[in-house]
C-alpha cells in the first residue's frame, strides 16, 4: 500500500469554514460597505457643497446730508507799478482793508493768516514793471459767519481791494469717522433688503454673510455743482457710501 494515502474531497461545508475563505470574505464585505458609506458621503458632501455655494451678491447704498464745520479761504491779490516801492505800499494797504473787512464781521485776529507773497517783474522797451503779489488764508469753524464773509466780498472793492481770479472759501466736512459706523450699517441693511427681494423670487432665503467689500466714501456738494466765480463751494454736502455684500441662500 502506497504510503501516499488518497485524500477525500473537501465538501463545500469544508469550503466555507475554511480560514482563508473567511478571511476573504470578510475583507471583501468591509470594502463593499465603506465603497458604499464612501459613495454615500462623497454625494452628500457635493450636495452640500453645491448649496453653499448659492449665494447672492448685491449692494446697498447710504447717503446721509451734512453741513461742512471747517472753512477755509484763500485770498490772492496783487498789485502792479512801475516803481516797486508803490507797488509794496499798494499791497500793504490792501492788506489793511482785507483785515479790516474779517474784523468788521466778528472774526478773530488770528483767523486770517498770511501764507506767501511773491515779487515779479516785467521789461518792456526799456521799461521794468514790478508785480507784488500776496495770500492770506482764512481758517474757522464759524460756518455761518464764513458765508457771511462770501456774500460781502465784493464789499472789498469799494475798499479798493481787486481779489484774483480764485479767491474763493472752501467748506470741509471733518467728522466723517463719526458717522461711518452707521452709515456702514444702514448700506448693509440696504443690502440685506435686496437680497431678501432676489430671495423672495428665486423661493429661497437670505443666510448669512459670506463676503463683504465696504466701497469709499465720498463728500460732494449736496446740491450739485457751486456756481460762481468766488463762491468755490457750498457747506451743505452729501456723504454717500456703496458696499458690496455677498449673501448665502438657503
Do not use: C, H
Request: hydrophobic letters at 40%.
Amino acid at each position: 500500500m502506497s504510503s501516499d494515502a488518497v485524500q477525500p474531497a473537501k465538501t463545500t461545508g469544508d469550503f466555507w469554514k475554511a480560514p482563508t475563505t473567511r478571511l476573504w470574505f470578510g475583507t471583501a464585505g468591509i470594502l463593499a460597505v465603506g465603497m458604499i458609506a464612501g459613495g454615500y458621503l462623497l454625494g452628500d458632501g457635493l450636495l452640500r457643497a453645491k448649496d453653499a455655494e448659492r449665494a447672492v451678491t448685491v449692494r446697498g447704498l447710504a447717503e446721509r446730508n451734512v453741513t461742512a464745520d471747517l472753512a477755509t479761504w484763500t485770498i490772492s491779490y496783487s498789485a502792479t507799478s512801475n516803481s516797486l516801492a508803490e507797488a509794496q505800499a499798494k499791497v500793504r494797504a490792501d492788506t489793511q482793508a482785507i483785515a479790516a473787512f474779517f474784523k468788521d464781521l466778528g472774526f478773530p485776529a488770528d483767523a486770517l493768516q498770511p501764507i506767501g507773497a511773491n515779487l515779479s517783474s516785467y521789461t518792456n522797451e526799456g521799461q521794468t514793471s514790478f508785480t507784488v503779489r500776496q495770500r492770506l488764508a482764512l481758517r474757522t469753524t464759524d460756518i455761518a459767519r464764513a458765508q457771511q464773509a462770501v456774500a460781502r466780498q465784493f464789499d472789498l472793492v469799494g475798499r479798493g481791494v481787486f481779489l484774483e481770479e480764485g479767491s474763493g472759501m472752501a467748506y470741509t466736512f471733518t467728522k466723517l469717522n463719526d458717522i461711518k459706523p452707521e452709515m456702514v450699517a444702514e448700506a448693509t441693511k440696504d443690502a440685506r433688503a435686496a437680497a431678501e427681494q432676489f430671495a423672495k423670487d428665486s423661493n429661497s432665503r437670505v443666510g448669512k454673510i459670506k463676503e463683504a467689500t465696504q466701497g469709499y466714501f465720498e463728500i460732494e456738494a449736496r446740491d450739485g455743482d457751486a456756481g460762481g466765480w468766488g463762491m468755490a463751494d457750498s457747506p451743505y454736502k452729501k456723504v454717500r457710501v456703496v458696499t458690496t455684500v455677498s449673501f448665502s441662500l438657503d
